[in-house]
């Protein structure tokens, strides 16, 4: 049994009494478990085409006004309707340079999403604008992670989606279309390799200019996110092109930090040094730095059917749950405090710090992926109380003082995804109210004249001029396909993922050919039995979930109340 470490403000003395009868605290919160029935338990299909038009239009409102206001710039300041660039008065400015390359970001980035949303016309103008007018031969310095998974993700993504006949979007094919979006990924990840080279490890440099390569201050640290979260996009542009080198020095670069995890633990750090291999930060947790190393262990095994990835995957999940997880050992039964997954030292196991951050949000969705949605209906339930209590997710949230640590909140899209997954998972219409309730928010505390800002204080709702191209990749899609049942995405016989950046991908048995032999073979062959609990496996936990409560709420009333207590919701 685990032990929680949450600190609540019960007050409970009265129950502590000596001349009181010995109950269950969890019994404070059973009067009132019919309010949560009352709110969640019915979601009418006409308020359900009522919140789909809400996304269509949210995205719409934000998408038109970068076309008017920023296009080519990569993102658009939505407060004074302008467009944003590289800060390139001030280099060391990373907030901003690790992500805008001056390549019109925003539109390369929202590609798929016009699909989604069935607009296949805008689809092909923005296509060809981005054939047009994006070129890679540009002075700019990037982070080589984020340039791989906005840019490079959704450009494989979109040619995937123009070539593929069995696509369920129906014939969205380009007259003369000739692979150039193809070969502009190839462009790109050329221009990323540099970061691969002259490091002892293998482990890529965080940086690289698309012009020159590696700059010659580059810095030797990188995090584990950063430096593990390239095999996706990597392995599909070697697939797709006969061309071993990208999926090699991607798959080179997350063997090099499996080997570096802890002997006692099983447990990888946050921040290495990529040339002596030495952990800078022990911190081992599943938000920023580390969160989509552990989300592409197990969809490149789904992409690729490489055991290795899966035996990784594995030997990681169950390393968090011996280490990361406190709380009570079942969801949706018996006492003590809800699971929660926390930051520890990655030798030794123990907690660094009570805060957790906005990202791990991201984590519940890949449970329903590896078929646990039990414990993803829990973790899941942590961060929406967290929502309702402020209208948005704090960037950092310390759990022990029911308090946010850093305030801001810039439109992240990982509790929608976890929410529009275990909708899928459960169709339970619990997750269409979490869904209305996030849109409402965004609509009422981040929308400005042209888009939607960055909120600078949870709190206060102050904002930020700046609306990531993320909000229209990920956050806005994920809304829209929640509310859209109808989805050709929904209604194909073929299935897909969706990278870490949101962008679709077909799963494909293309992608688990290779034209090649494998140059670094892994150390141990996985067997078939090792992997029978796999998330393609008959044991899913999927088909776990009590028949009674497929349509009641997915969390029992009485743990609900118990995690909006614990984020001081009442």
């Known amino acids: 049994m685990r032990h929680c470490t949450v600190v609540f403000a019960l007050k409970l003395q009265y129950l502590l009494k000596e001349d009181s009868p010995k109950k269950s605290y969890l019994s404070l919160f059973e009067g009132d478990r019919d309010e949560y029935d009352r709110r969640y338990s019915s979601f009418p299909d006409t308020l359900k085409i009522k919140m789909k038009g809400m996304a269509k239009d949210m995205f719409y409102f934000g998408y038109d006004n970068y076309m008017k206001y920023a296009f080519p710039e990569d993102e658009l300041n939505p407060i004074d309707c302008q467009g944003r660039g590289p800060d390139v008065l001030n280099p060391s400015n990373i907030n901003i340079n690790d992500v805008l390359g001056n390549y019109s970001l925003t539109l390369i980035d929202t590609l798929d999403t016009l699909l989604v949303l069935g607009n296949v016309s805008e689809f092909h103008r923005a296509v060809k604008l981005v054939i047009d007018t994006v070129s890679f031969d540009k002075d700019s310095t990037v982070q080589v992670f984020e340039a791989n998974i906005r840019i490079l993700g959704s450009l494989i993504s979109a040619h995937i989606l123009l070539t593929d006949p069995k696509h369920p979007f129906g014939n969205v094919g380009l007259e003369d279309y000739d692979n150039e979006l193809l070969h502009l990924a190839h462009d790109l990840a050329v221009r990323l390799l540099p970061a691969f080279e002259n490091t002892s490890t293998g482990i890529p440099y965080p940086r690289v200019n698309l012009k020159s390569g590696v700059p010659p201050d580059s810095i030797n640290e990188t995090c584990t996110a950063g430096a593990g979260s390239l095999l996706v996009e990597f392995g599909i542009?070697?697939?797709?092109?006969?061309?071993?080198?990208?999926?090699?020095?991607?798959?080179?670069?997350?063997?090099?930090?499996?080997k570096l995890r802890s002997n006692e633990t099983g447990l990888l750090g946050n921040v290495v040094n990529i040339q002596t291999g030495q952990w800078v930060s022990k911190q081992s947790g599943l938000g920023a730095g580390m969160d989509s190393f552990y989300e592409y262990l197990l969809k490149s095994y789904i992409l690729f059917g490489e055991k290795e990835d899966y035996r990784m995957f594995q030997a990681s999940y169950e390393s968090i749950q011996n280490h990361l997880r406190r709380g009570r050992e079942s969801c949706n039964e018996g006492e003590g405090d809800p699971p929660l997954y926390v930051n520890v030292n990655m030798f030794n196991g123990q907690i660094m710090n009570t805060w957790i951050d906005s990202l791990q949000a991201?984590?519940?969705?890949?449970?329903?992926?590896?078929?646990?949605?039990?414990?993803?209906?829990?973790?899941?339930?942590?961060?929406?109380?967290?929502?309702?209590?402020?209208?948005a997710l704090p960037e950092r949230?310390?759990?022990?003082l029911q308090a946010p640590d850093v305030l801001f909140y810039p439109l992240r899209p990982e509790l929608v995804e976890s929410t529009y997954l275990l909708y899928q998972a459960t169709k339970n219409p619990f997750y269409l109210h979490v869904g209305m309730d996030i849109l409402e928010s965004l609509e009422k505390n981040a929308k400005v004249r042209c888009g939607y800002?960055?909120?600078?204080?949870?709190?206060?709702?102050?904002?930020?001029?700046?609306?990531?191209?993320?909000?229209?990749?990920?956050t806005c899609k994920y809304l829209y396909l929640l509310f859209d049942d109808d989805n050709p995405l929904h209604k194909s016989e073929n299935k897909y993922i969706f990278t870490t950046e949101g962008h679709v991908v077909p799963i494909d048995k293309r992608f688990r050919e290779k034209q090649w032999?494998?140059?670094?073979?892994?150390?141990?062959?996985?067997?078939?039995?090792?992997?029978?609990?796999?998330?393609?496996?008959?044991?899913?936990?999927?088909?776990?979930?009590?028949?009674?409560?497929?349509?009641?709420?997915?969390?029992?009333?009485?743990?609900?109340?118990?995690?909006?207590?614990?984020?001081?919701?009442?």
């Open 237 to 258: 542009l070697s697939r797709l092109i006969g061309d071993s080198t990208f999926e090699w020095v991607a798959r080179r670069a997350v063997r090099a930090l499996w």
């Open 397 to 400: 949230y310390n759990w022990q």
């Open 517 to 570: 032999n494998d140059l670094s073979p892994c150390e141990k062959v996985v067997t078939d039995q090792e992997t029978s609990n796999g998330p393609f496996s008959n044991n899913s936990n999927c088909d776990r979930i009590p028949e009674e409560r497929r349509y009641s709420l997915p969390l029992k009333s009485v743990y609900m109340r118990q995690i909006d207590h614990m984020v001081g919701l009442f």
């Open 453 to 474: 800002a960055t909120l600078h204080h949870v709190v206060d709702k102050s904002k930020e001029d700046r609306m990531e191209s993320f909000f229209l990749s990920e």
């Open 362 to 391: 991201f984590f519940p969705g890949l449970l329903v992926l590896n078929g646990d949605v039990e414990e993803a209906i829990c973790l899941h339930a942590f961060y929406y109380a967290i929502w309702k209590r402020f209208g």
